[in-house]
């Protein structure tokens, strides 16, 4: 269900994000929670950091999952910075 958003370039509401939580907090799997903030980040969307600390409230993670949300935020922090250098730059 989540690949169909990236396929077709559809960006989801905060609402069935927090679903699709929902929903992997209920099925226990933690993957499809990782899925889901996998998603968000990848539109940029704000909802993505809130996601985050749920994912690592309510899951618990592999090593690996955590490498891949550690790289996930990461690359955000890193977008912020470079934004912010691009104004103090135009000032």
């Keep these: 269900m989540l690949g169909l958003f990236r396929k077709h370039n559809k960006i989801p509401r905060n609402?069935?994000?927090?679903?699709?939580m929902d929903s992997a907090k209920a099925s226990?799997?933690?993957?499809?929670?990782?899925?889901v903030v996998k998603l968000a980040n990848?539109?940029?969307?704000?909802?993505?950091?809130?996601?985050?600390?749920?994912?690592?409230?309510?899951?618990?993670?592999?090593?690996?999952q955590k490498e891949a949300l550690g790289d996930l935020t990461a690359l955000t922090?890193?977008?912020?910075?470079?934004?912010?250098?691009?104004?103090?730059k135009d000032k």
Excluded: H, K, Y
């Excluded at 609402?15 to 699709?20: A, D, G, H, I, S």
């Design 28 to 35: 226990s799997s933690p993957s499809q929670a990782v899925e």
């Design 77 to 88: 922090s890193d977008s912020e910075s470079d934004s912010d250098s691009d104004t103090s």
């Design 42 to 64: 990848s539109f940029s969307l704000p909802i993505c950091e809130g996601l985050t600390q749920r994912l690592t409230a309510d899951f618990t993670l592999s090593q690996e």
């Design 15 to 20: 609402e069935l994000l927090n679903e699709f």
